[in-house]
């Protein structure tokens, strides 16, 4: 009989969480899990996201019964879960025992690429909407409970070398790497959130990573506190990324 993964990869907005959800759903002993939080992040904060009535309306607003999912038996007799996870919506209330139960990673993206980002959706984003700090403190939390460092990829070393990041990612994680990851049939997908129709239209023509461009990254003089806050967050899990 086969040991189940569960892989609960946290990531922030405006990152390339839909793309590796994407690599890890074109396995064949893959099961993605589409941002299991959100309903219950919004029903909690009262954020207002495009289409969120529609989020919560069709979506679990109970953690406890989305972590007994999220830890439970894997549908359609798959041997591994992929969580792709907002850090940001894992709301300070929700018992964090859980995460022993799962594998753990990270994935980080530079903060002035992910505010420039971000402020074409919602002009004005605060420290905790861009999740940077939820990121640290969930890696502190899984660190010591582990006593051990668990993975982190950097978005722009993965763009520039998805076969080479994805294979030390599956060594990290304890999985065998798969070809099939690398690139997969446009389009959305039964697994996407109800949301998708509002923030995964580039995703859905893609049929692999997109190399890596740099862009324009100027961060606006009313948010450099909170880049400055995002940094500092992103500078301590950068030094253990995968390389």
């Known amino acids: 009989m086969f040991q189940p993964v569960r892989i609960a990869m946290w990531s922030g907005p405006r990152n390339i969480s839909t793309a590796m959800m994407r690599a890890w759903g074109n396995r064949a002993d893959t099961f993605v899990i589409d941002e299991p939080f959100y309903a219950y992040y919004l029903g909690a904060t009262g954020k207002e996201h495009a289409g969120a009535d ?9 953690w406890r019964k989305i972590i007994a999912q999220l830890t439970g038996p894997i549908p359609n007799g798959k041997r591994i879960s992929f969580q792709k996870q907002m850090a940001h919506h894992l709301l300070p209330e929700v018992d964090r025992n859980w995460l022993g139960a799962v594998t753990n990673c990270f994935l980080i993206r530079d903060p002035r690429e992910v505010i420039a980002s971000y402020i074409k959706k919602r ?110 967050c992103y500078e301590k899990l950068y030094e253990c990324r995968l390389r």
């Open 54 to 62: 529609e989020v919560i309306a069709s979506g679990e607003t109970d």
């Open 123 to 232: 002009e004005d984003p605060t420290l905790p909407d861009l999740g940077f700090a939820q990121q640290a403190e969930i890696f502190d939390s899984v660190r010591a409970h582990t006593n051990s460092v668990p993975a982190v990829v950097d978005a722009k070393d993965v763009l520039e070398n998805p076969e080479r990041m994805l294979r030390l990612l599956c060594k990290a994680i304890g999985v065998d790497f798969s070809d099939l990851m690398l690139s997969w049939p446009p389009g959305l997908r039964e697994t996407d959130g109800i949301w998708a129709s509002y923030w995964y239209g580039e995703v859905e023509k893609t049929t692999s990573f997109q190399p890596y461009r740099p862009r324009p990254t100027k961060v606006p003089a009313r948010l450099q506190e909170i880049h400055d806050g995002c940094r500092e």
